[in-house]
């Protein structure tokens, strides 16, 4: 019979990710993800809209929050604004795109300029779980890291837990300490 690690392994491989490690909560992912922002900078941009979750795993982490607007048609990040917000604060360490209420987030413009500043993009794919980008991408396999929830109201609700995945394996030895 495989074991937790292994179940977690299946799970984040159908999500082009080589780690992942389920956890209580899809808070405690993101709580995770948060904390592989570096010491030095420790300010994470995060949509206006998103559940309150998004903001505690933020403060959770010892993180500041900033926030950036969305966009008026469906409540997601504004990719626009995100990248303005990454160029003019260079404390910022992370930044969170949240897929809400199974729509998908432009994340590829904001993970592109992420890379050019060393900014981690933490991908929060709780309410998208299943959901593929324009180019055929499954959503959950861009940024640094990706978290689900399978919690009350997701997608895949199991009533709690969540799941942690990367394809670095730093990250990923960093969380399971």
Known sequence: MPNLVEKSTVFSQSYDREYG????????ALTLACLQATSTRQKILL??????????SVLYAGCIPVFVDVLNENGLIDPDKACEALDSD???GAVVVVHIYGQIADTKPIYEKAKTL???VIEDAAQAQGGTYPDGRIVGSYGDLS?????HTKILDLGRGGILMTNNKKFFSSCCS
């Open 90 to 92: 260079e404390q910022i």
């Open 21 to 28: 490690l389920f956890v209580g909560s899809g808070t405690t």
């Open 47 to 56: 949509p206006a809209i998103a559940c309150a979750h998004v903001l505690y």
């Open 147 to 151: 978290v689900f929830s399978f919690g």
């Open 118 to 120: 060393g900014v981690l």
